[in-house]
């Protein structure tokens, strides 16, 4: 169990405990973030208490493919993925000679 304040967590933890809203009060100033999660339990739509919204997207393997930033001009952040070639036996020219598991 998570014993610290919310505000600490980041957003990977936030979505581990699929939490929905999360509303900070300060005097008389409230704001209100709202998370929605899709598929796997991944996060789908964060709201900001701006009332902006950032949708994220995922490729096959459940990995961040990017998120956009809903704005006048929208900001968009996509990711890449390159392939591993852990398996691979490469000599000292760089050349891939073989594979092993």
């Not at 900001?75 to 891939?96: K, P, Q």
């Amino acid at each position: 169990m998570v014993q610290r304040p919310l505000m600490n967590m980041s957003m990977e933890e936030l979505a581990l405990f699929n939490i929905v809203m999360l509303v900070n009060k300060a005097g008389s100033k409230t704001l209100t973030h709202s998370f929605n999660y899709g598929k796997d339990d991944l996060l789908f739509t964060y709201v900001m208490s701006s009332g902006k919204t950032v949708n994220y997207t995922y490729d096959t393997l459940n990995r961040l493919q990017g998120y956009e930033i809903g704005s006048i001009t929208p900001i968009t952040v996509d990711y890449s993925y390159f392939l591993s070639n852990r398996n691979a036996i490469v000599d000292m020219e760089g050349t891939t000679v073989g594979s092993c598991r």
